[in-house]
């Protein structure tokens, strides 16, 4: 890519969909956040939690990720993260953005949800006034905890309100969608969207579980969607969006490196594929830097990147008339 196109890039209005709140914990927000609320942490410098950020697996960058979030404990914590994110998002021209939280991660460390959601509501209102970042919020059920837990709390979500959808993520070996399939069928009764990771570390019929029994309307990764023939028709003609993490799946091991990435491959056989960074304060980058990379690796065209552009604006949980607005900044910037 020269640099004409990467100065574009950054000209370009973008959209993210897949970003775990808690995983843009930067390392010196992690120390503030661990001084002002007395937590003890195995480690007190920046170089040494760049150390910990080091990982194999997801499983490796789970247990680092949940013992960082151990510092987030009031809705000032959740403010400040949220608000740095959003800042961020101004920086890189990212106009809209679906924000994913854990909230089990939290209620299980006794947080109340309502503080939780209540900093992260503030810093969206509050991005969108000052910086014109919009966003919304999905929380994700984490499934690898006991299915039983994730109707009520759904229900304790729809009363405080102010979700857009739900999630389904974490470690996904041996964790089927389908098991979730209550919890789903009760949010879409009441307007919810639906998404859930799958086909990340999962086998493809994880993805073909989570269309035909949580009903989702998007993926979350699926990269490994491309080891079954039948699910890349699919996913082709129904248009599905997938929400890919180019940075993530190299840092987790799914891919060895960002040029043994399927992206390339996935864009050409026609399916809706967005670029996301996921956590990007553990995978090394934000959206952006998902992007260059990725297209340097690949050797995507300008064209390639424009389109995975478009596919996110489709891809959003907002009204028609929104997107449209969307559609035409985009394209209006590609002429400036
Ligand atoms: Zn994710």
């Known amino acids: 890519m020269n ?5 574009q890039l950054k000209k370009i209005p973008k959209v993210e969909l897949h970003v775990h ?4 914990l930067e390392p010196d927000l992690l120390l503030k956040l661990a001084e002002r609320n007395g937590v003890s942490l195995p480690y007190n410098d920046l170089e040494s939690v760049r150390e910990v950020f080091r990982f194999q697996d997801l499983q490796g960058f789970l247990n680092v990720y949940y013992s960082a979030s151990k510092c987030l404990q009031k ?10 994110y959003l800042r961020k998002c101004k920086e890189e021209n990212i106009v809209y953005t679906e924000i994913f939280f854990d909230p089990q991660t939290h209620i299980a460390r006794g ?14 209102s509050e991005a969108e006034a000052r910086f014109g970042v919009r966003s919304q919020v999905i929380p994700c059920f984490e499934r690898d905890r006991p299915v039983g837990d994730s109707l009520p709390l759904l229900k304790t979500m729809e009363r405080i309100g102010g979700i857009v959808g739900i999630g389904l993520d974490s470690a996904e070996r041996d964790n089927p969608p389908s098991i979730f399939n209550e919890t789903f069928a009760y949010a879409r009764s009441i307007g919810l969207h639906c998404v859930a990771h799958a086909g990340e570390e999962g086998p493809p019929e994880y993805i073909a579980e989570a269309l035909d029994i949580l009903a989702v309307e998007r993926i979350d990764h699926g990269v490994r969607a491309m080891e079954s023939t039948a699910l890349m028709q699919r996913l082709q003609v129904e248009q599905t969006p997938l929400t890919v993490c180019p940075f993530s799946n190299v840092a987790l091991g799914v891919f ?12 050409e056989a026609g399916l809706k594929v967005t670029i996301n960074s996921d956590d990007p304060a553990y995978f090394g980058g934000y959206l ?3 992007i260059v990379d990725t297209w340097n690796a690949l050797g995507l065209s300008l064209e390639q990147v424009i ?4 596919n996110a604006i ?9 997107k449209y607005r969307m559609h035409r900044a985009l394209e209006e910037s590609l002429f400036v």
């Open 3 to 7: 640099v004409f196109e990467i100065e």
């Open 21 to 24: 709140i808690e995983g843009t």
């Open 75 to 84: 809705e000032q914590d959740f403010y400040d993260l949220t608000l740095a």
């Open 111 to 124: 947080i109340a949800l309502e503080e939780v959601m209540a900093g992260i509501f503030a810093a969206r």
């Open 256 to 267: 060895e490196d960002l040029a043994c990435h399927n992206v390339g491959k996935l864009l």
């Open 288 to 290: 952006t830097a998902n």
């Open 307 to 310: 389109q995975v552009q478009r």
């Open 314 to 322: 489709d891809a959003t949980f907002i009204d028609a008339a929104e």
